[in-house]
């Protein structure tokens, strides 16, 4: 039983005016479904006619110039340069593209017409000389079109794709010396019965005769996106099935973003049977914009696939598009946004980082294989480095606090002290109600770890008797140089052992962790020098204590170019966190 029909609470938000998608082929034996995409289709870039006419500013020469390098560049072969019937600029446009030898050999020029004689004859005009180009010609198909902007019926809407195409070759007759390629576009194609579309392009088709030899591309653009891109796909996969001619003709996608789909209906489309793709780098295009190509080719990337687009230079990439478009990029768009690196969760942060850990730790051991949680590709990939990866503010966690102070300062923290240094961070990322840059970020750690405040360790000697350490020192203590005497089983159980004695406190070792400082580390402010013995040396280890000082636990931090003067010093900088330490 069929649920009753509600009147909606808002009048001005009537969903009762709309109704479902009309144009879906009959095809429960679909097979895209089951298909797989294994390689990349032909890419055609029309940032530079679809994408040039949806800015309020459209591009100068001069800008359209450096843009049609950026996309030489990339990898693009063919390339639909503009409308140039439709204003000077776009026809001056293909002439300097020509006449100064700017168009690689193997790039192809596309331009776009309507089927109209007049606006065919300069299309082919503005095209004299060029060593090989895809003449696009379209009309709409679509039943509202149709009945409501043209006020024709399908015959006669056909009729007008077949004197386009009947155009297209008695003008591609008088440039012989240019390699023609024919596209038709059933414009509208999404909101077009798909039988309908099938029967005008095989029109189009008997005209053209590409079982001769004329090379024909029959594109089919979603120009509102109307439908979920599974229908989208249907069509096209029905399209494909019913076309007389299929094997001898490139069936090419032009999908929008009305629906937020363009790039899902274009891949579900490839599954479907299409050979190309077009689209705009971004998505910049009429209304909510075109597939995004960039978005659609970096996707194969991330599957293994070869996408046969260079997008390895991607940040020069993007401030060429955005500044000739004079559009802004989103901080999320997907692959090229600011953020979309970024993780600001502290379960994803320490995620992250211990996938990176592990595949440091494992590198001969696992195949060349990109796998880490929350990244589906490797930042640097496409030029992006680590800097941005983890960014630490209120909801972050001790992975991401740890991952930032290994990263740029060569601390690789234990578990129990990332878990310390977190909370104090948290704490401080509340209080200001921001994001903490990382030099605040090691600016705390300083202050709380490696400041050993009016203790200073000055100088000592370490002996070994009979199995037992002894240790003899100097310590600055509030002023006051103290002799510190002790014995332990190491360096560092007799300099607590010693420290206890001249304290009166109760001191014992909780947790200690050291490691080598990476020399591209070892100028970080805060990481010492070796003032035991007064050299002015890079710091080549850290050392991490956690003392119990009378049932208090506090942590510390020692940097030197001597393992044993950093752990010493750690040790230091943990007891001057306790109140009231002076000598006895």
């Known amino acids: 039983m069929s649920e009753p029909v509600v009147t909606p609470k808002n009048p001005a938000f009537d969903y009762r005016k709309y109704r479902a998608f009309e144009f879906a082929p009959n095809l429960p034996d679909r097979t895209w479904p089951s298909k797989t995409i294994e390689k990349a289709p032909m890419w055609a870039s029309v940032d530079l006619r679809d994408g040039n006419q949806a800015l309020i500013d459209p591009m100068t020469i001069e800008q359209k110039m450096r843009f049609f390098k950026t996309l030489v560049d990339v990898g693009f ?27 690689p050999d193997d790039v192809t020029l596309q331009v776009l ?28 198909t679509s039943r509202i079109q149709r009945e409501k902007v043209y006020g024709k019926d399908k015959a006669q809407i056909k009729e007008i794709a077949i004197e386009g195409a009947k155009l297209l070759v008695d003008y591609a007759a008088k440039y012989p010396e240019t390699e023609w390629v024919f596209q038709y576009s059933p414009e509208s194609f999404s909101q077009t019965e798909t039988e309908y579309a099938v029967e005008v392009c095989d029109a189009v088709c008997d005209i053209w005769q590409p079982e001769n030899g004329q090379e024909v591309i029959f594109n089919l653009p979603a120009t509102v996106e109307a439908s979920m891109p599974n229908i989208f796909a249907d069509q096209v996969e029905y399209f494909c099935r019913n076309l007389a001619k299929r094997e001898h003709v490139i069936i ?6 009305d629906r937020g789909c363009a790039v899902a209906a274009a891949e579900l489309g490839i599954l479907a049977g299409a050979d190309r793709i077009e689209g705009t780098l971004l998505g910049n295009g009429e209304r909510t914009g075109n597939m995004d190509i960039m978005v659609t080719a970096m996707n194969m990337f991330s599957q293994g696939i070869d996408p046969k687009l260079d997008f390895s230079n991607m940040s020069e990439i993007v401030q060429v598009v955005s500044e000739c478009n004079n559009l ?26 211990k996938s990176l850990d592990y595949n440091e730790q494992h590198v001969d051991e696992t195949e060349n294989v990109w796998d880490v949680a929350y990244l589906p590709i490797d930042p640097a990939h496409i030029g992006r480095s680590y800097q941005d990866v983890v960014r630490i503010n209120s909801q972050s966690g001790k992975g991401g606090v740890a991952y930032i102070l290994q990263r740029n ?48 360790l000055l100088d000592y000697s370490v002996n070994n008797k009979g199995g037992e ?12 140089t103290i002799t510190i005497d002790g014995t332990g089983n190491g360096p560092l159980s007799s300099f607590i052992d010693g420290l206890a004695q001249h304290t009166g406190k109760s001191l014992h070792i909780i947790n200690y962790a050291e490691h080598a400082i990476n020399p591209q580390h070892s100028n970080v402010d805060g990481i010492d020098d070796d003032t035991s013995t007064g050299n002015k040396t890079n710091a080549n280890a850290a050392a991490y204590i956690q003392l119990n000082v009378d049932g208090t636990v506090y942590s510390g931090i020692g940097t030197c170019s001597s393992t044993v003067s950093a752990m010493l010093k750690g040790a230091l900088s943990a007891l001057a966190q306790a109140p009231n330490t002076t000598a006895a």
């Open 77 to 103: 072969k063919d390339i639909e340069i503009g409308f140039p019937s439709a204003a000077q600029v776009e026809f001056d446009f293909a002439r300097k593209l020509i006449e100064e030898n700017h168009v």
């Open 113 to 140: 017409v309507q089927a109209r004689e007049h606006l065919i004859a300069r299309t082919f005009e503005s095209l004299k000389g060029a060593k090989r180009a895809i003449v696009h010609v379209y009309n709409s």
């Open 252 to 257: 090419s996608l032009h999908t929008h973003n």
């Open 328 to 353: 802004p990029v989103h901080p999320r768009h997907p692959y090229v946004g600011e953020l979309v690196f970024t993780a600001f969760s502290g379960s994803h942060q320490d995620a992250i980082k």
């Open 409 to 456: 300062y060569g601390f690789n923290l234990p578990r129990w002290m990332q878990i310390d240094f977190s909370g104090i961070v948290q704490k401080q990322a509340e209080k200001v109600a921001r994001e903490l840059q990382n030099d605040e970020i090691l600016q705390t750690f300083e202050s709380t770890y490696l400041q050993q405040g009016d203790f200073e």
């Open 469 to 480: 350490v002894f240790f003899s020192g100097q310590v600055n203590m509030n002023g006051d």
